[in-house]
């Protein structure tokens, strides 16, 4: 995954993405409602989301080959994300409904400054699991790479051993973060080849260690340390992030960039970022690229309509000399 020329084109690369495929309540509005309060929001709107989602689609508009993994009721809400991931041209025939379980819904809320806070729950019936990817690849094939949040944070360990048992290379954006200690520390870290956490999942999954006050440009070089995952980006916001590829680190300002809201910014990093690296592009232009994602989504309201377009990514990439998309 280095190197200045690359493996392959990433029209080339095939991607599973495990993890939540729901629809998102955007609510814009100054304050967080309290019990009792009645708050009128300054808009509403719903769309398709789930980080997997969101990472699945940019995949999808960077040129990658895509199978969505995840679980939707057989509701209408459901069969609209299905609709909507299959325009996209990720493959959705990879996907599970679950007769009478309803499609989760994550209710966002954002205020002015682009801050948000987030009410989701996966129920247990709709959480992917290791024989949902197992499936998956007997539907559509074998794949290069497992894409996998924590969003199913029991299941996570059993998918990626699977993933890996496959031959396939293993990305983990571990978020949201769990609520059990327990699941990062029995975690199969041996398994997992880039890793991707931002300042506050990088401290969690330190927990316990000395290193957890380390300040934030070490934090990468304590991760990789502790969990021996050759390759790992912290994402510090405005700060920029932190690469450890290889044993050798390096730290990249953010570019300039105006902020109207932070939802699914990490999720166009990590899709742009895993994808490069795992092309062979040259890990400063994969930072940069996977940087310039997060700038833009973070330029305009929502997350699955803020993602980059397919014609924002090629202009992007068609600056690399050495990458092929």
């Known amino acids: 995954m280095t190197g200045a020329q690359p493996a392959r084109p990433i029209s080339e690369l095939r991607f599973f993405v495990a993890g939540a495929y729901v629809l998102d309540c955007l609510i814009s509005t100054p304050r967080l409602p309290v019990w009792g309060d009645d708050l009128r929001a300054e808009a509403m709107r719903t769309v398709p989301g789930g980080k997997a989602l969101n990472q699945a689609v940019t995949l999808a508009r960077l040129g990658a080959q895509v199978a969505a993994v995840g679980c939707v009721g057989t509701d209408v809400v459901g069969e609209a994300i299905r609709s909507a991931l299959t325009a ?6 990879t996907m599970t409904a679950i007769p009478e379980a309803p499609t989760p819904v994550c209710v966002v809320y954002t205020r002015p400054d682009g801050e948000n806070a987030m009410i989701w729950r996966v129920p247990d019936a709709l959480n992917v699991t290791a024989g949902h990817l197992i499936t998956a690849v007997e539907t559509s094939g074998p794949g290069d790479t497992l894409l996998v949040t924590f969003e199913s944070p029991g299941q996570a360990a059993g998918i990626i051993t699977a993933a890996s048992d496959q031959g396939m290379h293993v990305v983990l954006n571990p978020a949201p973060l769990p609520s059990d200690p327990a699941v990062i520390e029995s975690f199969p870290w041996e398994h997992v080849d880039i890793l991707v956490p931002n300042e506050a999942e990088a401290r969690a ?7 957890v006050h ?9 991760v990789a340390d502790a969990l021996g995952v050759r390759t790992v980006c912290v994402t510090l916001a405005e700060r920029g992030c932190v690469l450890r590829l290889d044993g050798a680190t390096t730290t990249y300002p953010a570019p300039p960039a105006e902020v109207i809201d932070v939802t699914g910014a990490s999720d166009a990093f ?5 994808a490069h690296l795992i092309a062979g592009t ?16 973070i330029s305009r309201p929502g997350a699955y309509e803020a993602l980059p377009t397919t014609t ?5 990439a ?8």
């Open 88 to 93: 996209e041209g990720v493959d959705a025939s």
């Open 270 to 274: 990590t899709a742009l970022l895993c």
């Open 214 to 222: 380390d300040p934030a440009e070490h934090l990468a070089d304590a």
């Open 205 to 211: 999954l330190l927990s316990g260690l000395p290193a």
């Open 282 to 297: 040259d890990p400063a232009d994969a930072v940069h690229q996977a940087q310039a994602a997060a700038a833009l989504t």
């Open 312 to 316: 924002e990514l090629h202009y992007q």
């Open 318 to 325: 068609a600056g690399l000399p050495n990458c092929s998309i």
